[in-house]
Structure formats: C-alpha cells, structure tokens
C-alpha cells in the first residue's frame, strides 16, 4: 500500500480553530478525501478534494492541498465538542480506482 | 438512508477457532472491502470484492479468506483464529468507479473481535 501519515493525537479548546494534517507518498493521487470516525461508529465522509485544486471549503471545514509536498490539511473553524473523533486522510491513486489507502488516523479532543 | 450492517458488534473466540464475519450492504453497490483498524496503523485493507464470487487481496491477507456469493453479502473468515488478529474489524461498501466520480465509501460500525 501506500505511506499516508498523520499525527496521531491534536487537542483543542471549543471555539478554537482545529489543523489537522496529512502527508502522503503517491505524486499521482488523483482524489484526497477526508473520513470522521465518531466513537463506536464506522467511517463518515466529511469531504474531498480533485487533485487540480489546491483549496475547498465547505461551511466550516477547509481543505488545503499543497501538491509539491504532498501535503493536505483539514482546518475545523470554531471547534466543537461534537467535532471530537479520529480523522483519516485517504487518496485515491488513479482516476476509477476502486479502493482507497487511508491515512494512520488522528485523535481530535475538544476540551470545553 | 443508505446502510451497511455487520453481523457482530463484539466477539470473543478462542486460538484456533474458525470465525467468520458477515457484512451486508443494501445499496446495491458493486464493491466490498474488509478492513482492520488498529491504534497508530490506521486502517489497511485486506480484501475487496468488485462483483460477485469476485475478490482481490489487499495489504494484509495472510490469515483471512472472503466469500461473496450474493452482491449484498461478503464475509471474512478466519481459517484457524490466532491472537494477532485481535482487532476492530471493519465493512464498507463502494459504487464501481467511473473515470470521472470520487469514491464513496460507506463504512459499517465495525466488529471488535478478541481472540484469547
């Protein structure tokens, strides 16, 4: 598979805003997603970026996609409680690949 | 509201068992994929199904078998269970890509499985 790395844990107050980052190997990437996982629950999509685009928002998430260095980040505006869970990065590696290679996961903690 | 079930939310078995996990989808999705989840691993895939009595082995396969003999159903089997494949178990299923649509997968809540 290929190596996605993410940092394991990121604690944040509520109200604050949340990075959360991901680094990936593979120049070909096509699709880079970004997956919540809530406690006891499966994986959710939360959004994704086409690799031709350096920057996606969506309410108060943001995406940011720096293909150089093969880096994407999630940027959560004004955290909330609700926003604690793990959250994966995953690519796809060419256009109509059916199967993804995630991320190692980080652990958000909203402190109220 | 589109769903994927897995047959266990907790199970316990013993070194040497045969275990199997079943996983359902009813969205009509031509995919099928069995992760495992493990802390500071992520998740890595270890087979997937693209059609029916169709599999392909993922990063980690030593040790599981798939069974996909109706497009809604794929199970994981463990031959002969050992204690390394203590682990969160997950499901998801996917549409068959096209060139041009990103890819969606749906996850089930997963199966904690111990082996003891």
């Known amino acids: 598979g290929e190596d996605v790395e993410q940092s394991p844990f990121l604690s944040v107050r509520e109200g604050d805003s949340s990075v959360i980052n991901c680094t990936y190997t593979?120049?070909?990437?096509?699709?880079l997603y970004w997956y919540k996982q809530e406690p006891g629950a499966g994986l959710q999509l939360l959004t994704y970026?086409?690799?031709?685009?350096d920057m996606k928002q969506d309410q108060r998430l943001t995406v940011l996609l720096n293909k150089k260095d093969k880096h994407l980040s999630l940027r959560i505006a004004d955290t909330q409680t609700g926003d604690s869970a793990i959250y994966f990065c995953?690519?796809?590696?060419?256009?109509?690949?059916?199967?993804?290679?995630f991320g190692t996961g980080t652990r958000l903690t909203v402190i109220p | 509201d589109v769903k994927v079930t897995q047959s266990s939310r907790y199970l316990v078995k013993r070194t040497g068992e045969k275990v199997f996990l079943e996983c359902v989808q009813d969205?009509?999705?031509?995919?099928m994929f069995w992760y495992r989840q493990d802390p500071g691993l992520g998740l890595r895939l270890i087979y997937f199904?693209?059609?029916?009595?169709?599999?392909e082995k993922g990063d980690i396969p030593e040790g599981y078998s798939v069974s996909r003999e109706k497009k809604e159903r794929f199970s994981l089997i463990l031959e002969s269970a050992s204690t390394n494949q203590t682990s969160m178990y997950l499901c998801?299923?996917?549409?068959?890509?096209?060139?041009?649509?990103?890819?969606?997968?749906?996850f089930g809540p997963g199966t904690r499985l111990t082996v003891l």
């Open positions: 593979d120049s070909s990437s096509t699709y």
């Open positions: 995953a690519e796809s590696i060419r256009l109509g690949a059916n199967n993804l290679f």
């Open positions: 199904s693209y059609d029916v009595k169709m599999k």
């Open positions: 970026i086409f690799s031709n685009m």
């Open positions: 998801a299923s996917s549409l068959k890509q096209g060139l041009r649509s990103y890819n969606e997968q749906f």
């Open positions: 969205m009509d999705h031509e995919n």
